[in-house]
Every structure is written in structure tokens, then in C-alpha cells.
């Protein structure tokens, strides 16, 4: 996905589990608590399914998205 200089994917739900991955640019990502935090090339965002989430940019930037269905839970060694 492309977001163009000043682009904003606004708020909304994850369906499945997403995981937001900064191919080229830089910007700020929240989640469910609407904090935001700065991402670049090279950083990614989780968000869990059903948690509201939102990116934007100034500069523009190129991200992967990849929707997760049925996530395996971490398990603790």
C-alpha cells in the first residue's frame, strides 16, 4: 500500500490480526489507545483483531500489510 505525502489511513477496526510493516518512508501508527508512535523503513506495527488502529505520514511512505487469521499465541520458553 502506498500513503502519499500528508496520507492518513484512518481509524478503524482490524478485522483479523495485522501486521503493518514500513517498506519505505516514515510516519506515526496508534492503536487502542491512540498513542502515536513514530514508524520507518525497517519497523512494524501489530494490532490485534478487533483493535482500532490508525497510520499516517507526511512525507509519504510504502507499507506490507499481512492480515493474520487464526494466530498462533506466543508461547513462553
Known sequence: MYLGPDGVLGRHRAVVAQLFCVVSGEGTVSGGDDILFPIQAGQAALWEPGEHHEASTRSGMVVMVI????????VET
Open 67 to 74: 492480515e493474520i487469521e487464526n494466530a498462533i499465541e506466543p
